[in-house]
């Protein structure tokens, strides 16, 4: 299937909730049924891209803007993996010098410079953003009209939920101006039995949805070792069939929304309540095994 | 205030920290910042509707780029310090950092740091246009100095006394201050140290450390005062602003002496007698012309350093009623005490517009641009003051010659001689050199 212009996705998540490797699965699942994909790694750890591409060095856009006088070519700062998927990443300045999130406006104005999107004719371009929106910068792939619709990954971790509300108040900033809509909440590494009642909870709270759950996995942390996707690594496993009906519902026909993000002590008490519980349930537990 | 700044009076602190530079002899400064910056404050040389002040000389800049954002700056910090010191003879290079540097944190301590481990003298200011105003600019720079300098010995034989809070390209008439107030002391047997303009320079600045007293004469004044209090223990005198007329400069001197325990001498004594009869001796020629006037409500709207000094002088002069309406935007923590005494602040010239209508006066006495948007109101203007960008050539109000000033130019304005009037109808044949000045 081929559209006629490209759909621009922006998946945000807290550092080390696993976005990378959702995103990653998403591409893969989305090659493999014959789309062309662009996965664009906007995080400054640069290594959105890594299991799409076996674990080979590919340099960042940032890096080939840094030290070059003549304006990089799309050659240099990309690279094709699994599937014909194009990786780019975007990188970021050495930490405490310079400025990632205008590294990363300056990293996808070079791509629309080199007119990335219209010669690549990509079906979806996929932007992996380091999540907590910290700066102006890190909300550039949903600022604007860049991508159309976020995605959040999520755990049931408080500080990945805290960002994901941060997420949403982007996205109630932007969304009147022609920013992107919340696609909904991608809920990953779950493990733990409250973990899917907890980010339920979250999402009707902020009256949004959750548009998939993605269990903690030995097949993802094994892929992982052979710097590979599910997709690639275990392609009839259970897992990487939960990743391609993922695939389908965030590129699919779904109903965006503003989100409705929870204020600072309502976040707080809404929290506190959940750590009550699950600290409740857990003294419940112990006691019937004692 | 809520909304942008609708031109401001003197532009952002990083341009009140270079006309501060620009008035030491011997510091050399570079701007780490975008083009802009620097260029801004060289250029508006009208006093522009942009605000940045006008009057300064050439000044190099880092010329911060998109990339330099991104990467941070501090490759090109470096390589224009190497550039500007190796055409540097002697003197001291500053460098000043502008709002992009500081947001992106630069560590500009450690490039100054390799240059200052090879022995090179090289200091760097935090300056950037968010931290304030122009003269907040000047207060952090003049105490970011202070608290760097090593302090060198004083040559002065006599108490010195460091002047703080006059702002050099921002204050109209800051070098003529600074001149009188060293007269001044000098006539009662202490010494100024005057910091800026042709008799200051890096060794007064050394010198601060040194001195029996630090003289604040503004708010502006206070961070420079209070490094030096913190590190040499240098006690400091808060002056109620510039001494405007003989009786408030007396008054300042004895304060002066009264603080360093140094009893005036028979000399001093004398002086000030002397200051006091032939202020006494005008003001009595020109009696006559003041009593007919008859009162008007007085607006005072100037810089914290003049305002306040001004509008008492008049009050107390003519008895009028006098309200001051401060320019310079002082910090928030002298405003409070200071809205009992029925000082207002403008933010920027739209705000004085606004305040001047609302506050019924029928006269407003300013500098150049105050003066300007009264006139410009229907109120009588009475400018007392350098236009932009010729501060330094600016007349100043402290001691006699201020007061005399001040009343000449009040008559001037309320009272004018027929004669004046006559005579340039009369089409006087213009000497060459004013016709030049007037094209
Ligand atoms: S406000 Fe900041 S950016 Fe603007 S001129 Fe001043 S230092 Fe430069």
């Known amino acids: ?290 | 205030m809520g909304r942008p700044a609708i031109f401001p009076f003197g532009g952002c602190a990083l341009h009140g920290a270079l006309h501060t530079a620009a008035a030491i002899p011997g510091v050399t400064v570079v701007v780490h910042s975008t083009p802009g910056c620097a260029l801004r404050a060289g250029l508006s040389a009208g006093g522009g509707r942009y605000g940045a002040p006008p009057g300064l000389p050439r000044i190099a800049a880092t010329n911060m780029a998109d990339k330099h954002v991104v990467f941070g700056g501090t490759s090109r910090l470096r390589e224009e310090m190497k550039n500007a010191l190796a055409v540097l003879e002697g003197g001291m290079l500053a460098v000043l950092t502008g709002c992009p540097a500081e947001m992106i944190g630069d560590d500009v301590g450690a490039m100054v740091k390799e240059l200052t481990a090879q022995g090179e003298r090289v200091v760097a200011v935090p300056t950037a246009g968010f931290h304030g105003p122009a003269h907040e600019g000047h207060a952090r720079l003049l105490a970011g100095l202070l608290a760097q300098l090593a302090p060198a010995p004083t040559r002065a034989d006599r108490p010195l006394v460091n002047l703080f809070g006059i702002a050099p390209g921002l204050d109209p008439g800051w070098l003529a201050e600074i001149e009188t107030l060293s007269r001044l002391l000098e006539g009662v047997g202490l010494a100024a140290n005057p910091i800026f303009g042709p008799e200051g320079g890096l060794a007064s600045l050394e010198a601060a450390a040194g001195a029996a007293l630090s003289l604040v004469l503004s708010p502006w004044g206070t961070a420079p005062a209070e490094v030096l209090a913190a590190r040499h223990g240098i006690p400091v005198l808060v002056a109620d602003g510039l001494p405007v007329g003989a009786e408030a400069a007396e008054a300042l001197v004895r304060r002066l002496s009264d603080r360093l325990g140094h009893p005036l001498d028979a000399g001093a004594e004398g002086s000030l007698a002397r200051e006091r009869a032939q202020q006494g001796w005008r003001f009595d020629a020109v009696l006559e012309r003041l009593a007919v006037l008859a009162p008007r409500r007085v607006v005072v709207a100037d810089g914290s350093l003049r305002a306040g000094a001004l509008a008492r002088f008049l009050a107390g002069t003519l008895g009028w009623p006098v309200r001051a309406i401060l320019t310079d935007s002082p910090p928030e923590g002298v405003r409070a005490p200071l809205a009992d005494t029925g000082l207002t602040c403008a933010a920027d010239r739209a705000d004085l517009a606004r305040l001047l209508d609302e506050s019924g006066a029928d006269l407003v006495l300013g500098g150049a641009s105050a003066a300007a948007i009264a006139a410009a109101r229907g109120l009588c203007p009475v400018v007392l003051g350098a236009a932009p960008g010729l501060e330094v050539l600016g007349a100043g109000l402290s001691g006699r010659a201020g007061a005399e000033r001040v009343l000449a130019a009040l008559l001037l304005a309320l009272a004018p001689a027929p004669q004046a009037a006559l005579a340039l109808r009369s089409r006087a044949p213009v000497p060459p050199v004013f016709a030049r000045v007037a094209e």
């Open chain 1, 1 to 290: 299937m081929s559209i006629q212009t490209p759909r621009h996705i922006a998946i945000y998540g807290k550092g080390g909730i696993g976005k990378s490797t959702t995103t990653s699965n998403i591409a893969a699942a989305l090659a493999e049924a014959g789309h062309r994909v662009i996965q664009v790694g906007c995080d400054p750890k640069s290594d959105s891209t890594t299991i799409l591409r076996g674990g080979a060095e590919l340099p960042t856009v940032l890096d080939s803007l840094r030290d070059r006088a003549r304006k990089p070519k799309l050659e240099d700062i990309s690279a094709v993996g699994f599937w014909g998927v194009l990786c780019i990443e975007a990188g970021g300045p050495v930490p405490g010098v310079g400025c990632a999130g205008r590294g990363i406006s300056a990293a996808v104005d070079l791509l629309e410079e080199l007119r990335v999107f219209e010669t690549f004719a990509p079906d979806y371009v996929l932007y992996d953003v380091l999540g907590d929106v910290v700066c102006g910068g890190f909300a550039v792939p949903i600022r604007d009209g860049i991508a159309d619709r976020a995605f959040v990954v999520t755990s049931s971790d408080f500080m990945a939920i805290f960002a994901a509300n941060n997420l949403f108040k982007a996205i109630d900033k932007y969304a009147p101006s022609g920013g992107a809509r919340l696609g909904g909440i991608i809920a990953n590494s779950l493990q733990l039995d409250h973990a899917r009642g907890l980010i339920d909870d979250f999402a009707h709270r902020t009256g949004t949805e959750v548009v998939g759950y993605v269990p903690r996995s030995v097949d993802v942390a094994q892929a992982e070792l052979y710097g590979q996707t599910v997709i690639e690594a275990a392609p009839y496993s259970d897992q990487a069939e939960i990743y391609r009906k993922l695939a389908r519902r965030v590129t699919g026909d779904l109903e965006t929304r503003l989100p409705k993000p929870l204020n600072g002590p309502d976040l707080k008490d809404w929290a506190r309540d959940w750590g009550d519980r699950i600290f409740g349930a857990e003294r419940a537990a112990a006691a019937r095994s004692a």
